[in-house]
């Protein structure tokens, strides 16, 4: 078991991490706004990725039970298996890992997040990730992997039947890279989600998007134009609307983050909101302690709670409940301090905010679960 535990947790790693090397922690910007009072009840869900602190089994049965005291979901993020959906079957061990993270789930009261993750994020989402040596460079023109994007998207849907399944991760960086294959991504997009449908109708299916490289903000040489209009590519398909945001990207300290920096989402879409997976370090720079920097990191985990009640989210997940110990190269590192908790289990400032809203009572608003 071992083994198979710690290929989840490399391949986790290597999977979806599409976030890219920004100067810049905490800083010593007063307290973001709080709510005056809190309620006995939240009306949108939260939870944490399976990123463990450690490659080790231990670690990620660890980071199961820290989801169970986080919220109410656990993201699990994950490259195809494009080596055994082209040969034909998913191998033992990849099934025993997915009956295994179901168990996990259900022993933590945790409903489950999947996201399909086909991109590289460790090169900016330029291109497919994992693919064997005979593909290596190809991309969703051909037709093996068409095929096994939907037989893998079939596969977690039956398996896994999950709550939420995000069928292409950061897609807008692909099409930054590849506009012509985004495009045919799309179409198999459209047909993957009818085929999940199919077998879990009550899964909600959706793309996510980076929100900062959606507006246009990556600290990049050269100025990339906003991609909102990819919204509308995946429509009438699109449960929710779902966003990635580490806004340290764009914004070098929390107190420049504009207030309507996530309400702006209700414009461009009529689609419940989601925050697949968001960050914000709490790691000190020159001039600020690291006191500073987490006091920084729980205001901005405050103000987007408050953000996420008042804009009637469904779901905000945390990214990285505690601080790996195996970060360290770009584009990982920004991981490496955006924890909720530090590397040795202790919580930070922001882990108190956090848990005093995940111990209220989650109510959706619709009444659903």
Known sequence: MRRNALAVCIALLAAGLGIAACAGGGSSDPPLPTPTAIDLTRSFAMGISSLPPELTEESY???????GTAGDVILIQRTPPWAELLAGSISDDTVRATEREVALAEENGLSIFVAIDPTDGTQ?????????????????????????????????????????????????GYQQHQPEDFERFVILY????????????????????????????????????????????FEPRLDVLAVSS???????????????????LSLYSERPLVISGMGYPSAPDEGNSRADAEAAQAAFVSRTLLNAEQLSMQL??????????????????????????????????????????????????????
């Open 190 to 233: 459209h047909e993957a989600y009818e085929a999940v449908k199919a077998i879990s109708p009550d899964t909600l299916v959706f793309p996510t998007f980076q929100l900062e490289e959606l507006q246009g903000l990556l600290p990049v040489e050269e100025p990339l134009p906003s991609q909102w209009y990819l919204l509308g590519r």
């Open 246 to 264: 580490f806004p340290i990207l764009a914004f070098p300290t929390a107190g420049e983050i504009p207030d309507s920096y996530y309400a702006q």
């Open 124 to 172: 900016r989402r330029s291109r497919l990730a994992g693919l064997p040596d005979e593909l290596a460079g190809a991309g969703f023109a051909n037709e093996e992997v068409r095929q096994a994007f939907i037989t893998y998207a079939e596969y977690v849907a039956e398996s896994y039947r999950p709550q939420y399944l995000a069928l292409g991760v950061e897609i807008n």
């Open 61 to 67: 049965v660890d980071t199961f039970e820290l989801a």
């Open 316 to 369: 905000v997940i945390w990214f990285t409940g505690q601080d790996p110990t195996f970060t360290g190269e770009a584009p990982v590192d920004l991981l490496q301090d955006s924890g909720l908790t530090r590397q040795d289990g202790t919580a930070k400032r922001a882990w108190t905010v956090w848990s005093e809203a995940a111990r209220r009572i989650f109510v959706p608003e619709d009444g659903g679960g």
